[in-house]
């Protein structure tokens, strides 16, 4: 995963978005994505979005529900946050053509 690069705020105002970083993932990826998840990381919550032209929805998924309807199909996307390695993280994964395009980013610390 290639990090890209900071996004500063227009014009400057309020602060720098946190560094993010992207790939797409084949489906045997992304079922490791998600065990690797549920073996080494204390899960926040989980949600699903059914429709890419709306929010995540705000009915909380199991790891394992939301990996199987993304991989379905009944899922346009999932969102993820989870602390692991003493920092909170942000994984929103999307179905693409390729595949899943999996955006992370670390958040600042409260």
């Known amino acids: 995963m290639n990090p890209t690069a900071e996004l500063p705020r227009p014009h400057g ?4 978005v946190p560094p993010m970083w992207q790939a797409t ?10 065990a690797d998840l549920a073996a080494s990381a204390e899960v926040l919550s989980v949600q699903g979005k059914g429709d890419p032209r709306r929010y995540a929805s705000a009915d909380p998924l199991t790891l394992e ?11 346009a996307g ?4 989870y602390r692991f390695d003493g920092h ?11 595949g899943f ?3 992370r980013c670390r958040l600042a610390a409260a």
Do not use: I, N
Request: aromatic share 4%; glycine share 6%; no cysteine.
């Open 65 to 75: 529900a939301a990996r199987d309807r993304l991989a379905s199909g009944e899922l």
């Open 101 to 103: 395009r999996l955006v």
């Open 25 to 34: 993932l084949d489906a045997a990826t992304l079922g490791q994505l998600f």
């Open 13 to 16: 105002e309020g602060p720098p």
């Open 78 to 81: 999932v969102q993820l946050r």
């Open 88 to 98: 909170e993280w942000a994984d929103t994964l999307l179905r693409a053509p390729a």
